[in-house]
């Protein structure tokens, strides 16, 4: 069983950066790709980015497109998310998910295809 440990939240101001790392705890190959998703208080968790491992094709959710950037790093277990231009409204805990052979039929925008969450990381973006 794949187990994905996000770091790097934290607090920072609008139009601050931060780098946030997805890392397996066994090889990814198994899966088909990374997402990342996020939950804000009181709302549901929604689709930020993802990337798929066959072609290296990425996606993102509109508010975050020229913003945030979906990457692979050297060693295949980890994926980063660079979140540069913060605004308020980025605010969440920010979770990593591989993505499992439902992701044929749902697509990465979708969290059922989806499967070994991490545990999540805060980031706050103050004013």
């Known amino acids: 069983q794949v187990k994905l440990i996000e770091s790097g939240g934290g607090l920072v101001q609008a139009g601050g950066s931060l780098r946030l790392s997805c890392v397996a705890s066994?090889?990814?190959?198994?899966?088909?790709?990374i997402g990342w998703f996020r939950q804000a208080p009181g709302k549901d968790r929604e689709f930020v980015a993802a990337?798929?491992?066959?072609?290296?094709?990425?996606y993102y959710e509109d508010s975050v497109k020229d913003r945030f950037t979906i990457s692979r790093g050297n060693d295949e277990n980890a994926v980063y998310l660079q979140m540069d231009s913060l605004k308020v409204e980025d605010t969440a805990v920010y979770y990593c998910?591989?993505?499992?052979?439902?992701?044929?039929?749902?697509?990465?925008?979708?969290?059922?295809?989806?499967?070994?969450w991490g545990q999540g990381t805060q980031v706050t973006v103050s004013s």
């Open positions: 998910s591989a993505a499992g052979p439902n992701i044929k039929r749902t697509g990465f925008r979708d969290q059922s295809g989806y499967g070994y």
């Open positions: 066994e090889g990814t190959s198994s899966s088909y790709g």
């Open positions: 990337l798929r491992w066959s072609g290296g094709t990425t």
